[in-house]
């Protein structure tokens, strides 16, 4: 069996979803990290981007992170969002309409968060 | 119907309609405490972790960074009070009150200045009934507190203590809620939220006997801390608002609940009262027609002679 690292992924008002994992790719400010099994402790700082959580029973799990940290120590890594949502929760039709909206209304972090929810709607 | 009786009666209509609203209020408020201590629970995973990250990265690294060091000189300090908006909950907001005001007055001998920010419109009606300076008050939320209005609670309080003391700035920042013990008890508290206290955090860290590894900050350590101050702040405060939420339902219903209890115990006075008066008015009457008969016999008994 392949080595495995329990995930967290936390939001500031419940846990969006938690689990055994084999890689997790996160955006933290200064790049792209995966973190896998044993990888050494690590606290980073996340960019609002999504989030991939390679399961392991080789299911895939996208999630759109708003900012927040990784925490990895003793094979267990914690995701904290202020606002996380899974990508089976993004509505696309709904993120689009908010997409155009914050367009029209030039509100530069409505348009990021909208950007954020459809590409991990879309790599779902 | 004598009068007397019509006054207990009137008396017994308007304490059974004022028990049907106690008695609901109290039903409302015991599944809204259900409601706020799931929010609780559900806040408390996150709450944790960052809270284990912030001691992580305060003992695991060398950096100084104003918001873990004590500032040498205090002179001013921030103190974050939590109430409602709404009373009727016994001694909630009285008890919150009164911690803020020892707190503060306990700044204030140490010889800093304090300013008061109030979440809660009862509160503000407290401060402002005596004329006392509120930097900065919020309403409206105090029922049902979402992570949203923790961070507009948190982003003046972060703000001013960034900036320098000179500039109006705060040293220290303190927060005063009724934690939520149990469904019975609840107790106002104050809280030193910033300069972190590690040796709090130590504390855990032995009686759990976990050891905090050696972290590898990405991007760097500052930046680390930079980022996670305001959220450690904002979750102490979310966190905060939902306790005080959860301990306000608490105090209602308990408040309701004696209210019930003695509008019950008033009815039933009154009943005893009402009966009693009933009774008298039957006994006044029998023996006004029995004396009436006994009379109008004895005139019919002398007319006959």
Known sequence: ?124 | MGAQLRVYKRRIRSVTATKKITKAMEMIAASRVVKAQRKVAASTPYAQELTRAVTAVGTGSNTRHPLTTQAETVTRSAVLLLTSDRGLAGAFNSNAIKAAEKLTERLEREGKQVDTYIVGRRGVAHYNFRERTIAESWTGFTDEPTYADAKKVAAPLIETIEKETAEGGVDELHIVFTEFVSMMTQTALDDRLLPLSLEEGEQEKTTKDEILPLYDFEPSAEDVLDALLPRYVESRIYNALLQSAASKHAATRRAMKSATDNAGELIETLSRLANAARQAEITQEISEIVGGASALADATAGSDR
């Open chain 1, 1 to 124: 069996m392949a080595a495995e690292l329990h995930v967290a992924l936390v939001a500031a008002d419940r846990e969006v979803w938690s689990g055994e994992a084999t890689l997790v790719v996160a955006r933290t400010t200064s790049g792209d990290i995966g973190v896998m099994p044993g990888h050494q402790p690590l606290l980073g700082v996340l960019e609002s981007g999504p989030v991939t959580i390679r399961t392991s029973d080789g299911g895939t799990v996208v999630a759109a992170v708003h900012g927040g940290f990784v925490s990895f120590a003793d094979n267990k890594l914690s995701l904290l969002a202020e606002i996380a949502e899974l990508s089976d929760e993004i509505d696309v039709q709904r993120v689009e309409r908010e997409l155009e909206r914050a367009k029209a209304e030039g509100d530069a972090a409505a348009e990021r968060r909208a950007d954020v929810r459809l590409r991990a709607a879309a790599a779902r």
